[in-house]
């Protein structure tokens, strides 16, 4: 399927446990992104990529782990899940980001994950 | 404080009716993107502006880079309207309002 898909879209663990989260766009976008959804903080970045290899903290990175070995995927891993990362998380993607100028962010639908 | 700030945090209309909602910044950007969250939780980006007024349909964004303001109008509501509109801004990365949850009754 064209697009940004991420997978699982629900996902229930134990604290303590690994989780890794998948994420695959098939536009050759150079960067994606990482972000986490919270009531009352609204979305946060948590990693972000601007080509396979190269891969960078945003706002909330402590305890979450990237990879980027292909262009089409960026995997984001909790290595030992804690309650207070359960959250929705995005995926997004965007073509470019030239010095003053933006293109258009596309975001995944997202996984629900609840950490127990 | 935030760097991005909207307003209001809910709004409640009646179909038909003209809606404005407000986001404020505090930073240097290089755009503002609004973007439209769902009840059932996907994300789309309606509107990058850097200067000036766009139109879609029904929306309207507009931005004053001056002010660091930034408004989206929606005419002649619709109850298929309701969602949560959330501002952005992209500079060296992206921050986010806390969004606006519109519910739009028939």
């Known amino acids: 399927d064209a697009g940004i898909t991420q997978s699982p879209r629900y996902k229930i663990t134990e604290t303590g446990r690994q989780v890794t989260l998948m994420c695959h766009q098939t536009?050759?976008?150079?960067?994606m992104f990482w972000y986490r959804q919270d009531l009352g903080h609204g979305l946060r970045l948590i990693y972000y990529?601007?080509?396979?290899?190269?891969?960078d903290k945003g706002e909330v990175p402590d305890g979450y782990v990237v990879s980027r070995s292909k262009t089409e995927n960026f995997p984001l891993t909790l290595e030992s899940a804690t309650r207070s990362q359960t959250s929705v998380y995005f995926c997004?993607?965007?073509?470019?980001?030239?010095?003053?100028?933006?293109?258009?962010?596309?975001f995944g639908p997202g996984t629900r994950l609840t950490v127990l | 404080k935030n760097e991005v700030e909207q307003s209001p945090q809910n709004l409640t209309a009646q179909e038909g009716e003209f809606i404005t909602i407000n986001c404020s910044y505090s930073?240097?950007?290089?755009?503002l993107h609004w973007l439209q969250q769902h009840p059932g939780g996907g994300i789309v980006s309606l509107f990058m502006?850097?200067?000036g007024k766009k139109k879609h349909g029904r929306l309207i964004a507009t931005i004053n880079i001056q002010e660091k303001h930034s408004s989206l109008h929606i005419t002649a509501s619709h109850p298929r309207d309701s969602a949560v509109y959330i501002c952005?801004?992209?500079?060296?990365?992206?921050?986010f309002g806390a969004g606006t949850r519109l519910t739009v009754k028939p």
């Open positions: 952005a801004v992209s500079r060296n990365d992206m921050r």
């Open positions: 502006l850097s200067s």
């Open positions: 997004a993607s965007r073509e470019g980001w030239a010095s003053g100028s933006a293109d258009t962010q596309y």
């Open positions: 930073v240097g950007i290089s755009a």
């Open positions: 990529s601007a080509a396979a290899d190269i891969t």
């Open positions: 536009w050759s976008h150079s960067y």
